[in-house]
C-alpha cells in the first residue's frame, strides 16, 4: 500500500507543477482543472498511507 500511496503522491505533485506552469501563462480554467486534480490524488495518496480504500 506504500509504494501506491508514493504513486498517488508523486501523480499529485506534478499535476500541482503543471497547475503552476500553466497559471504563470495565463491559463487559468487549465490550472484550476489541474490544482484540483492534485487535490483529489493527494487525498487518495493520504488514504492509501493510512491502509484507507480510496
Given at each position: 500500500m506504500r509504494d501506491e500511496a508514493n504513486r498517488w503522491f508523486e501523480?499529485?505533485?506534478?499535476?500541482i507543477e503543471t497547475a503552476d506552469i500553466l497559471y504563470?501563462?495565463?491559463?487559468?480554467n487549465a490550472s484550476c482543472f489541474y490544482?484540483?486534480?492534485?487535490?483529489?490524488?493527494?487525498v487518495k495518496a493520504l488514504l492509501y498511507k493510512v491502509n484507507e480504500a480510496p
Open positions: 501523480e499529485a505533485r506534478k499535476d504563470k501563462n495565463g491559463r487559468y490544482a484540483h486534480q492534485s487535490a483529489e490524488k493527494a
